[in-house]
Nanobody, 123 residues
């Protein structure tokens, strides 16, 4: 199986920066897209940013120009650099990875979620 472990959340003042990391481990053959989602209280989970295996990226309009997603394929890790943070960025941030993994002698593909990390931006 596969595990995603996130780190880097915390409390920051408006205008500040945080960097989130998410490392995948387990019986991994390859990782396709990786992304970050967030869920604020009382709201649905939404896509923040995603990066394909080839490096192409896409962002939610609300974070364009402020957040940068990147990945290190050798480390099976995805990062989210968050700058110019706003109180409305406050949420639990979740990592997601589309993983092809070993299952016995077969390869299977499945989406995995991290446990979530809290980001709180004070005004």
């Amino acid at each position: 199986q596969v595990q995603l472990v996130e780190s880097g959340g915390g409390l920051v003042q408006a205008g500040g920066s945080l960097r989130l990391s998410c490392a995948a481990s387990g019986s991994i053959i390859s990782i396709n897209a990786m992304g970050w989602y967030r869920q604020a209280p009382g709201k649905q989970r939404e896509l923040v940013a995603a990066v394909a295996s080839g490096g192409s990226t896409n962002y939610a309009d609300s974070v364009k120009g402020r957040f940068t997603i990147s990945r290190d394929n050798a480390k099976n890790t995805v990062y989210l650099q968050m700058n110019s943070l706003k109180p409305e960025d406050t949420a639990v941030y979740y990592c997601n990875a589309d993983v092809t993994y070993y299952s016995g002698t077969y390869g299977r593909r499945k989406g995995y979620w991290g446990q979530g990390t809290q980001v709180t931006v004070s005004s």
